[in-house]
């Protein structure tokens, strides 16, 4: 799909008075075809995996893209992710809120971080769950080399739309508790190539968008 129609599908589901953010999701796509898609005038991109993103960030430093971390975050690889990427919307336990504070440069702004929420509490799925976000948000807020700025999830793939909708709008419910806590929370991203209105709809600020942009990622 062309980035131009996406957009404006976008810009629709919203409706005049919100704006939606556009993640490109770069998994496993060359550094070419990101540029290409820079080159259109998209800035934000979303990368699963640290290495593959260290690499891709070098390649691609002179176009000032914004970089984002959607895929699980271990541990040993916070030190790295804490320097290259501006956003990591993965974070889901203590022992990551510390490691990235601790390994975010100086010269840096404050790292960007968006809980994940495991909402439909799916073994397969890494996020916390819903009673675990008020402790997280506070450990986030706490340190001064990160920016609390919301939430994240993944709902289950329910091939019933009423089931879809339920999960949206329960992390809508959880995003808009955790604003009356915490005033500079402003992002709740949710919805992908398959969902991506009915997730505007429910309230998402940010839609993460790879297969329709792309087209299928190619075999790693």
Known sequence: MPLA???HQIAAAAGPHRQVCLLAVSKLQPASAIAALAAQGQRAFGENYVQEAADKVQALAALGLEWHLIGHL???KADVA???FDWVQTVDRDKLVTALARHRPAELPPLNVLIQVNIDDEDSKHGCQPAQVDALAEAI?????????GLMAIPAPFPEA???L?????MHALFA???TRHAQVDTLSMGMSSDHADAIAAGSTMVRVGTALF???PTP
């Open 141 to 149: 807020a706490g340190q001064q080399r990160l920016r609390l700025r």
């Open 74 to 76: 271990q541990s040993n």
């Open 215 to 217: 087209g299928q990622r």
């Open 5 to 7: 129609t996406l957009k």
């Open 162 to 164: 009423e089931k879809r």
């Open 177 to 179: 508790g955790l604003r």
């Open 166 to 170: 339920a999960a949206f709008n329960r």
């Open 82 to 84: 804490a320097r290259i």
